[in-house]
């Protein structure tokens, strides 16, 4: 049975840090690993996907890397700003199937 | 081109009372899924509609049900409502049900 575990659950750090956010699956036969943005109340925003064959994706100041062996895949955010602050999820789908299996996420604060 | 949408965007009902929640498909899309996200939890799937047919269901009891309609537009209702259904339900939509899923804004719901 697949599970996902995000840590830290929460993480607060002063603007402008460089930080780390990691992800680790059970099963490592999987299809995609994907990093949301979530806002309090709000619904998800897709950051990222990697797919199974693919070691990092890159979005501006987001990179994503995925080690499938090690079932681990990091979040790393450069020069993080105070609209940063947020909770980041990560997922993989269940099998070839599309729904999502998800961690708790990590919520975090940029200070100014 | 609108994205995922889903009403109403909160909703209080009381214990025993039936709801049913909205969801509009991003265009192009023919697969809806629907997840309940828990305070402080990461979304959990409940179930998956393609070609107007539950396709996948995850661990939900009967009282959670649903429909897609011939425009791919989906319904979640759920009947004899429970504290413990008070959650952020969210929609995402596909362009098979194995595709990358995108999520709609969600609606609140809370039950008194």
């Known amino acids: 049975k697949q599970e996902v575990t995000q840590i830290p659950a929460a993480l607060s750090v002063p603007e402008g840090e460089n930080l780390v956010l990691n992800c680790s699956f059970t099963?490592?036969?999987?299809?995609?690993l994907q990093w949301f943005r979530q806002d309090p109340g709000k619904g998800l925003t897709s950051l990222l996907l990697?797919?199974?064959?693919?070691r990092e994706q890159t979005s501006g100041r987001l990179n994503a890397s995925l080690d499938k062996s090690s079932g681990r895949s990091t979040l790393y955010i450069a020069a993080s700003q105070p609209g940063d602050s947020a909770t980041y999820l990560c997922a993989v789908p269940r099998g070839s199937q599309g729904n999502l299996i998800f961690g708790k996420g990590t919520k975090l604060s940029v200070k100014p | 081109d609108a994205g995922v949408t889903q009403s109403p965007t909160h909703l209080i009902k009381t214990r025993g009372q039936q709801v049913t929640l909205r969801c509009s498909p991003k265009?192009?899309?023919?697969?809806v899924s629907w997840y309940q996200q828990a305070l402080g939890q990461g979304p959990q799937f409940i179930f998956q509609y393609y070609e107007e047919e539950e396709r996948q269901r995850g661990n939900f009891p009967d009282r959670f049900s649903g429909h897609q309609f011939p425009n791919y537009s989906s319904e979640l209702n759920v009947n004899a409502l429970l504290l413990g259904d008070s959650a952020l339900y969210l929609c995402?939509?596909?362009?098979?049900?194995?595709?990358?899923?995108?999520f709609g804004p969600g609606t609140r719901l809370t039950v008194l």
């Open positions: 265009s192009g899309h023919d697969t």
């Open positions: 995402a939509s596909s362009i098979r049900p194995a595709d990358t899923q995108y």
């Open positions: 099963d490592s036969a999987i299809y995609n």
């Open positions: 990697i797919q199974s064959s693919q």
